[in-house]
Each structure stands twice: as C-alpha cells, then as structure tokens.
C-alpha cells in the first residue's frame, strides 16, 4: 500500500469520525483547507478522503463553495432503510454460503469484540467494529456490485443513528450490537436463512428507532 493510500484512508475515517460523533456541526459549510488543518494532514489525501465520502453520501461537495456536512432527517432514513432492508439481506444470505473458513473465524471474532465494545460503552471503538462488520459480509459474499450499492446507503445511516442514540437510549429494548452479532454468528455457522433473518431484525430495529426520533420531535 502506497503512503499516498494510506493518508487518504486514516483521512477519510478521522473526517468520518469528526462527522459522526458532530465534532463537524450537520448543515454546515466547510472549506477542504480547513479539513486539512482540522485532521492535520495535506489538501491531497483530504480532497481524495472527500470524494470517496461523497461517493458514501457522507458529505455534500459544492464546488468553489466548500463541502457541506449532510443533516439526515427521518425521512431520509426511512427511505434509506426500504433499499437497506432486501439488498443487506441478500448480502447476509450470500455471506453464509459462501464464506470461507477464515472469513468464518472473522465473523466469530467481531461478534463477540462487537458486543464487548457496546457492553463498555466506546462508541468509537462500537463504530471500527460496525465498519468490519459490514466489510467483512460484503467480502464474504463476494459479488463487488453489492458492496458498491451498499456503502452509499449505509454512511448516512450511521450518521443518523449516532446522532440519535442518546436521546432515545433508556427507549431501546436491545442493542444493535447484538443484531450485528446475530447476523455475524449466523454467517460463522453457515446458516444462509438465519442470517438473512438476523438482517431483516436489524434493518427493523433501524426502522422502528427511526419512527421512535420521529414521535420524539
């Protein structure tokens, strides 16, 4: 991997970090020389990280204007879940067929770091294990058009449930740390109809928290 890859990627996760946990305020403008300062890198490795978040739909780019951080409403998420919901599920069911042995002992291992992370409360450390989560079905499924789908959907996803989780945390009856690892553990044991279930539970935890934000305001 070339220094220039690896500048753009640890510059598009700080970036996605200062976005989720709104160290970067949603709806505002920034400029790419303040970003820059902002994850203390150069203005290369931070225009590349911005448009490969704007491809995730994790940022807004203007151009001779600046780059706008997205507010995702309700009704954003709403209808990014009806999409979410059939596509992450094939994705689920295509996983525990054809996963290898050593993608299997991967899912195993993030179920449980998954859990552990959530049960200590490090949101920071929560959001590393819901990245390799999500990478590691698309990699098992092994169909590069699903994880070109995916990835735009999930980002603004994310934001929202970050954003949202506090208010509403004594509201939720099961952490989705443990849907993640359902679907993880269903995937290690080859069980494509169990997985493809654990899936459908998590987009609807997603929908029914979304609904929940909604009733709130």
Not at 31 to 39: D, G, M, N, P, Q
Not at 44 to 66: C, F, S
Not at 176 to 200: F, R, Y
Request: glycine residues 4%; contains cysteine; neutral net charge.
């Amino acid at each position: 991997m070339s220094l220039e890859v690896s500048l753009t990627e640890a510059a598009c996760e700080q970036l996605e970090r200062m976005i989720i946990f709104q160290k970067l305020a949603p709806g505002a403008m920034y400029s790419e020389k303040k970003l820059a300062e902002a994850v203390g890198m150069g203005r290369t490795p931070v225009r590349e990280a911005l448009q490969k978040l704007a491809w995730e739909q994790m940022v807004v780019i203007h151009p001779r204007r600046g780059v706008q951080i997205p507010d995702i409403t309700v009704e954003n998420q709403l209808k990014l879940l009806e999409v979410r919901r059939p596509l992450e599920a094939l994705c689920a069911k295509l996983a525990a067929e054809r996963a290898t042995a050593e993608q299997k002992l991967r899912m195993t291992e993030l179920a449980v770091g998954i859990l552990q992370c959530a049960g200590e409360e490090n949101e920071k450390l929560f959001l590393e294990y819901l990245r390799g989560c999500h990478d590691a079905l698309v990699d098992a499924a092994r169909n590069e058009y699903i994880s070109k789908v995916m990835r735009p959907l999930q980002g603004p996803s994310r934001i929202f449930w970050f954003r949202h989780q506090h208010p509403l945390q004594h509201v939720e009856t099961v952490h989705p740390a443990q849907l993640h690892a359902n679907i993880m553990n269903c995937v290690a044991d080859g069980d494509a109809s169990g997985a493809e279930a654990a899936s459908h539970a998590l987009v609807e935890y997603l929908r029914q928290f979304a609904v929940a934000c909604l009733h709130r305001a």
